[in-house]
C-alpha cells in the first residue's frame, strides 16, 4: 500500500529523545512536511514492537542509540491536498527515550539532526502537535526524576 492517497492510516512511531536537558529534533528530507524541524520517527513494520521501531528510526536518521521508556501520547497527522483529499494519513504514537550521548548524523529521511534546548525546540518547530509532544514528555519526564 502507498503512503501518499492511502485507503487507511498508516501506524507511525514518533521519538522525544532526551540527552540530559536537551531534545534530538530532525529536518525532514521527505513529505509530509518536508523542510520542517520535528522529531525523528517512521512507519512501523510487520513485527516490529512500538519500542523496536522506536530504537530503528532513531538509529536510520541520526545513528544514534536510544532507550525507549514510555509512550506519550498518541496524535493523527492527517495532510490533504489542494482537492481535499486525504494525500498522507498517519497515527503517530510517541515513545519517550533517552540517549547517553553522539552528536547525531542525518541519515534516511533527515536531511538534518541536532540537540537543542527546549526553548530552542519551541522556535524551530512548525507542527503545533510535535511542541505539544515534547511538552508532554519533559513534564512526564520532570514529574519521575
Known amino acids: ?3 501518499q492517497y492511502p485507503d487507511r492510516p498508516w501506524v507511525g512511531v514518533g521519538v522525544v529523545v532526551f540527552r540530559g ?16 524541524w520535528g522529531l525523528p520517527g517512521g512507519a512501523q513494520e510487520v513485527g516490529e514492537t512500538l519500542f523496536d521501531c522506536a530504537v530503528r528510526e532513531v538509529l536510520e536518521e ?12 498518541a496524535i493523527d497527522s492527517v ?8 494525500r498522507f494519513h498517519y497515527t503517530i504514537v510517541e515513545v ?3 540517549c547517553d550521548g553522539g552528536d547525531p ?7 538534518a539532526a ?11 518547530v512548525e507542527w503545533g502537535d510535535s511542541l505539544r509532544v515534547i511538552e508532554l514528555a519533559a513534564a512526564g519526564r520532570r514529574a519521575t526524576s
Open 105 to 111: 548524523v542525518p541519515g534516511d529521511d533527515a536531511d
Open 79 to 86: 495532510t490533504r491536498d489542494a482537492a481535499g483529499a486525504v
Open 96 to 98: 519517550a527515550a533517552e
Open 114 to 124: 541536532r540537540w537543542v534546548s527546549l526553548e530552542e525546540a519551541g522556535a524551530l
Open 62 to 73: 541520526t545513528g544514534l542509540h536510544v532507550r525507549p521508556y514510555g509512550v506519550v501520547t
Open 1 to 3: 500500500m502507498s503512503r
Open 21 to 36: 536537558d536537551h531534545v534530538l529534533l530532525v529536518r525532514r528530507g521527505r513529505e509530509p512536511r518536508k523542510g520542517q
